[in-house]
Structure formats: C-alpha cells, structure tokens
C-alpha cells in the first residue's frame, strides 16, 4: 500500500479531479489547502519577523491518496501529466510506503482498508 502526496498549484485542482476520479485504482483523496515556498525560499521576502513571512507563502492544494500498490504509477502520472504547466513552481509528488491501514467501520486493515 502506498501513499502518494502531491503539491499543486491551486487552479489545477478541477483538472486533475476530473482526469482521477475515474481511474479504477483510485479509491478517494483528501484536499487541503495549504503555503510555503520551495527553493526560492521566499527570496523577495525583506527580513523581518517571522510572523511577516506569512504573506510570502505561495499557496498550494495538497492532496494525499492511499492506494494499493500496483495503483500507484498511474496516480502519480495522471497527476504529474494534468499539473504540468511547463512553469517553475508547477508542484512536487511523493510517493511512501504505508505499514498499515485500518477501516473503522469494518476493522479492515492493509489493503483492505483502502
């Protein structure tokens, strides 16, 4: 079982719905909104305090899918293929091992709580 965590730009969000929710693999995502900064570092930012810095996080969507493993390739390249823009910042996927995973409604685990 794997976990695939995506950063994206917030306008590619629909996109990327659409082209998932039918894939068979794809069992359901969390969305969360969320900012930071990525090698730039938020280099336009003056240095103050770091409460100020709030205003110099880019906003992202995140989205975090659990799926079986033999799923996780062709999540992750409908994600990658449908966030694309060709522009510097576009986003970043990972993918990790997930130990184990439990239903609360059935007490299914692993797999089967996916």
């Known amino acids: 079982m794997k976990q695939i965590i ?19 693999g794809l ?8 900012g930071g900064f990525g ?7 003056a240095a103050r305090i770091s409460q100020d810095l709030v205003n110099y996080y880019t906003p992202r969507v995140r989205i ?7 799923s996780t390739e062709e999540i992750v390249s409908n994600i990658e293929k449908t966030a694309h823009t060709g ?5 970043k996927i990972y993918v ?9 409604s059935t007490g299914d685990r692993s797999e089967g709580a996916v």
């Not at 995506?6 to 068979?24: D, G, R, W, Y």
């Open 64 to 70: 975090e899918i659990f799926c079986r493993d033999e």
């Open 39 to 45: 090698r730039g570092r938020a280099r336009n930012a």
């Open 96 to 104: 990790t091992n997930v130990e184990t995973g439990v239903r609360i």
């Open 6 to 24: 995506a950063f994206i730009k917030p306008h590619m969000l629909s996109n990327m719905t659409t082209a998932l929710k039918n894939l068979p």
């Open 27 to 34: 069992t359901g995502m969390s969305i969360s909104e969320v």
């Open 87 to 91: 522009l510097r910042g576009d986003g």
